[in-house]
């Protein structure tokens, strides 16, 4: 079984037009545009980058997946996975910064704090495509594919198994990122993820 790998990435370039998706504003005004603007610099090189990840053998049997570390059943898993051989699991986080800015916020100025939280959302999931181009050119140079990312809480995918990733990442210790006993992660701009790997996907 291979060890846990962590990976420190500088940050991704910043999409815009997603932080204005994840805050529900379509057309935003010269003076949210500007909030926006503001909101970028304050959180300046605060966030951090980091993934860590482990590779494990798959195992597919009609709707029950083996992953390796636990067995789990989901339909839309196994759809995801189907000729994979292995799969990545993966955590991501953005550290706590964004958080501290989010809470700080909240009270005093709902707008920026609306904004932060689009920020974070932005940030974590730029990271995450980053770890899976990086990860696919890795596999592509092996003559393998890998599979769009599946995470816990997605379709019928259980959100509890959060519990076992974290058991096999050791996140806290790799990364910082704890889990609650309501199954939510602290920092909360996180993710966890599954990328299938195979041959003739």
Known sequence: MESVYVKAYAAPPVDQREIWRYAGARNATAEQEALLQACLAELGEQAVFRVCYREFPLALEGD??????????????????????????????????IDRLITRYSAVSPARALLFDAIGTERVEALCDTFCRELATEKGSLGLCTRPRFSPGYGDLALSLQREIFGVLDCPRKIGLSLGQDLIMSPSKSVTAIVGIGNNL
Do not use: E, H, Q, Y
């Open 64 to 97: 029950a997946v083996d992953l390796g570390f636990t067995k789990v059943t989901s339909p839309a898993l196994a759809r995801c996975l189907a000729g994979c051989g292995s799969a990545v699991v993966f955590a991501a986080t953005v550290g706590t910064a």
